[in-house]
């Protein structure tokens, strides 16, 4: 959602000279013409509907809108089809953002009471929240993100029965309202994923158990009928996960550096209004600069640039052809883009079905489309946070500002807010009806249906309820019917804590590779008995396309036998060039592998397996957390640099929390030569930045815009920016030495020519 136009968020959080966005020594003269920029009135709801373009046969119509709603940027449904919705009330109150820091957020329900399509009914659940950004219904509870908290409230109804309970995940702690954990994405295997985050949620008998998992994503978490997980960051709109969460993580005694997600679709935007409020609108060649952010003949958003909430269309009215397709929004160019997904034997590739036409498009600069969800009626919901000011304090240019007051978007500054629906006009909208009034029975059959949210919401009540009436139902469709049927019978077991080796042992054996792939992921939840019940029919499988051999490959590690060991000995050799075999093998054996290694890799060749193998068995009975080395004031600075990388300075928004890098934002710092070699070197990156392409252990890294500096920032010291170079030099499997204030104040004399001009690779080197 909130806008990031360059990289410079990894760094620059703090007031500079001029607008704390601003880029030292960047002329920001405006692009384009005056007489070409309409205004931005406040418009009705009537009057936005025909600012509206989409495809033919599809129809937008608003289901809410203000007075009713005020900022929404997420929302949930409940069993009853009621959304429930994080109001934002406190982003970004004026120009300056004076007043955010007091609480005003809310946690609203919005009901249709006649069941005419509209929603007519508003209750505040909650309120005086922090910037809240993240919310999941239960049916005797609700659980939410604001801007410091991980929360748990208990519910009965409409009412809070108790105050929020922070939970203790430390999720929220650090970072700014654009670099906090949101999403609360329901998944296939009855967990709860974030964007922004390396952590998942499940609730259990006794409360929460928080786990580690990927860390994927900026602003919005999307899943498939499989459960593999769709994110972005602000200038990507789309990567989707090749594998299911976790399949590789099951060793966490090994540090497995693998890409698992793709791109998906290009970043080009098509909007159909002018876009002169864009950040950094006015870099353009006409003004000296080696690109243009807008189009130099029509002046409009070339690329992304504020990518936020996505959603994988899986409902029942559009028509067939657009099951699956990926929606994104782009809040900056007021529209929200479509993006055909194409699955081959579980590679994943993205094109945009309407060529250089965008699905959804405004000629209304206040239409801020920040999510969008399948609804329960089989439609699209799209939420309009509706506010002017889309860009944060933080990272707001003088230029922006400009174009802001000059079109009057900085007011109103609250008291909007719309959800709108997009239907086919050829297809059906489910009525509305509680699911939750169900029997036992047709929840069952509900998974079978071809709408997602019945089925996800039918396979969350039904291990809500626990109701052991539900099992031989579950038994036997786990075993026969459709394919997803039988996916969702077998998660369903999984959620209820009945799965049993009965249960998966067709599956394994089928002929279809989803349904082979989602069982063999289920087999590696199950433990003792059925572990060893199970392990013929892992033993006898063989993968029906490449794609479920990383899920075969897994399972069997589970299992920790010689048999299964040989099974895997042979799947390496058949299928040992599918990607993702080695790294699931791997991931399969903790606690085993120096068994594998002595009885099936004496001769191997492979390096790197054997050097993941022997770095988990060196580490097999914990995981790998890395512990300083260093002592005195050299860890004090070690710890205030930790404290500035995750907070103030915001490094990991682009770098990643565990140093790995995010696709198209910042390269690797774990490992590398330009973090571990000449302490001058990364003294000059931190003084003045850094612009791609940049090489990081043999591969190249080409970021969407260059990475400014701190050295115009009067707030990062020598000592602070001396702190930060220690903490990565001995972060992660990073040691080096550490680096004295001196030594950046010397490096900060000898360039100070450089003005905050940002490095290339090359004169780096020279």
């Given amino acids: 959602m909130f806008?990031?136009?360059?990289?410079?968020?990894?760094?620059?959080?703090?007031?500079?000279?001029?607008?704390?966005?601003?880029?030292v020594g960047q002329a920001m003269n405006p692009v384009v013409p005056?007489?070409?920029?309409?205004?931005?009135?406040?418009?009705?709801?009537?009057?936005?509907?025909?600012?509206?373009?989409?495809?033919?046969?599809?129809?937008?119509?608003?289901?809410?809108?203000?007075?009713?709603?005020?900022?929404?940027?997420?929302?949930?449904?409940?069993?009853?089809?009621?959304?429930?919705?994080?109001?934002?009330?406190?982003?970004?109150?004026?120009?300056?953002?004076?007043?955010?820091?007091?609480?005003?957020?809310?946690i609203v329900i919005l009901e249709d009471s006649d069941r005419d399509g509209r929603f007519d009914k508003r209750t505040v659940f909650l309120d005086k929240l922090h910037l809240p950004r993240a919310v999941a219904v239960f049916e005797d509870g609700l659980l939410f993100i604001d801007e410091h908290r991980l929360c748990w409230v208990k519910r009965d109804g409409d009412l809070a029965v108790s105050e929020p309970q922070q939970l203790p995940s430390n999720l929220a702690e650090s970072g700014n309202v654009e670099h906090k954990p949101n999403g609360l994405l329901a998944n296939l295997d009855n967990c709860y994923y974030l964007a922004k985050?390396?952590?998942?949620?499940?609730?259990?008998?006794?409360?929460?158990?928080?786990?580690?998992?990927?860390?994927?994503?900026?602003w919005g978490i999307a899943r498939d009928d499989f459960g593999r997980l769709y994110h972005n960051n602000n200038s990507t709109l789309l990567f989707g996960d090749l594998l299911v969460?976790?399949?590789?993580?099951?060793?966490?005694?090994?540090?497995?550096?693998?890409?698992?997600?793709?791109?998906?679709?290009?970043d080009r935007v098509w909007p159909s209004r002018v876009t002169p409020g864009v950040n950094r609108g006015y870099v353009a060649k006409s003004n000296g600069f080696e690109s243009d952010t807008l189009d130099p003949q029509t002046y409009k958003l070339k690329s992304a640039t504020s990518a936020a909430g996505m959603a994988i269309y899986r409902g029942s009215n559009f028509p067939e052809e657009w099951y699956g397709t990926g929606f994104s929004t782009e809040p900056v160019s007021n529209l929200v883009k479509a993006i055909r997904i194409n699955d081959s034997n579980g590679i994943l590739k993205g094109s945009h079905p309407l060529g250089k036409v965008d699905f959804l498009t405004s000629t209304d600069e206040r239409f801020r489309p920040v999510n969008v969800y399948n609804a329960p009626d089989g439609s699209l919901y799209i939420v309009d946070m509706h506010h002017g000011i889309i860009q944060h304090k933080t990272y707001m240019t003088t230029y922006l500002r400009n174009q802001t007051l000059s079109r009057g978007l900085d007011v109103p500054s609250s008291g909007c807010g719309r959800i709108y629906r997009i239907r086919h006009e050829a297809g059906r909208l489910e009525s509305a009806w509680d699911i939750r009034a169900l029997a036992t029975g047709d929840l069952v059959q509900l998974l079978a249906g071809a709408n997602a949210w019945q089925r996800e919401a039918a396979q969350r009540l039904l291990v809500s309820r626990r109701d052991s009436a539900a099992l031989p139902l579950l038994a036997t469709m786990a075993a026969e019917g459709t394919p997803l049927a039988r996916i969702h019978a077998i998660w369903t077991l999984e959620g209820m804590a009945q799965l049993r080796a009965d249960h998966l042992a067709s599956a394994i054996q089928c002929t279809n590779a989803k349904l082979q792939s989602s069982a063999l992921w289920a087999s590696t939840r199950l433990s003792g008995a059925e572990l060893v019940a199970i392990q013929p029919v892992l033993l006898a499988a063989h993968p029906v396309a490449d794609e479920v051999a990383p899920y075969l490959m897994r399972a069997l590690g589970s299992l920790g036998s010689a048999k299964g060991f040989d099974r895997m000995a042979e799947l390496l050799q058949s299928h040992g060039s599918v990607p993702f075999v080695r790294e699931a093998l791997?991931?399969?054996?903790?606690?085993?592998?120096?068994?594998?290694?002595?009885?099936?890799?004496?001769?191997?060749?492979?390096t790197q397996l054997l050097a993941w193998l022997e770095q988990g068995s060196a580490d097999s009975n914990k995981v790998i957390q890395h512990v300083s080395s260093l002592r005195g004031d050299k860890l004090a600075s070690y710890q205030r640099g930790k404290e500035l990388f995750h907070g103030e300075a915001a490094c990991f928004g682009c770098h990643?929390?565990?140093?790995?890098?995010?696709?198209?934002?910042?390269?690797?710092?774990d490992e590398s030569q330009w973090v571990t070699g000449k302490p001058e070197t990364l003294i000059n990156i931190l003084l003045h930045g850094l612009v791609g392409p940049v090489i990081v252990d043999g591969e190249t890294y080409q970021p969407t815009a260059a990475m400014p500096g701190l050295g115009m920032n009067p707030v990062f010291t020598d000592?602070?920016?001396?702190?930060?170079?220690?903490?990565?030099?001995?972060?992660?499997?990073?040691h080096a030495s550490v680096v004295q204030a001196d030594l950046v104040k010397g490096q900060r004399e000898l360039t100070r020519s450089r003005a905050g001009r940002s490095w290339t690779a090359g004169e780096l080197k020279e």
């Fill in 3 to 23: 806008i990031r136009l360059n990289i410079l968020l990894c760094f620059l959080t703090l007031r500079l000279v001029a607008q704390q966005g601003d880029e």
């Fill in 34 to 106: 005056e007489q070409q920029i309409p205004q931005s009135p406040v418009l009705s709801v009537e009057d936005s509907l025909k600012s509206f373009q989409l495809p033919p046969g599809f129809v937008i119509e608003p289901v809410a809108a203000e007075p009713l709603i005020d900022k929404p940027v997420c929302l949930d449904f409940d069993s009853t089809g009621r959304m429930w919705i994080c109001e934002m009330r406190d982003y970004m109150p004026d120009i300056d953002g004076k007043g955010e820091s007091v609480a005003d957020g809310r």
């Fill in 197 to 218: 985050s390396d952590k998942r949620i499940r609730r259990t008998s006794d409360g929460w158990a928080i786990e580690p998992t990927e860390f994927r994503g900026q």
């Fill in 245 to 266: 969460p976790n399949l590789l993580q099951g060793n966490p005694g090994v540090k497995i550096k693998t890409k698992d997600f793709v791109q998906l679709g290009s």
């Fill in 586 to 606: 791997v991931s399969g054996l903790n606690h085993h592998e120096l068994e594998f290694c002595d009885s099936k890799l004496r001769d191997s060749h492979d």
């Fill in 656 to 669: 990643s929390a565990d140093g790995n890098g995010i696709a198209n934002l910042g390269p690797p710092l």
């Fill in 719 to 734: 000592q602070s920016i001396a702190d930060i170079a220690t903490y990565i030099r001995n972060e992660w499997s990073n």
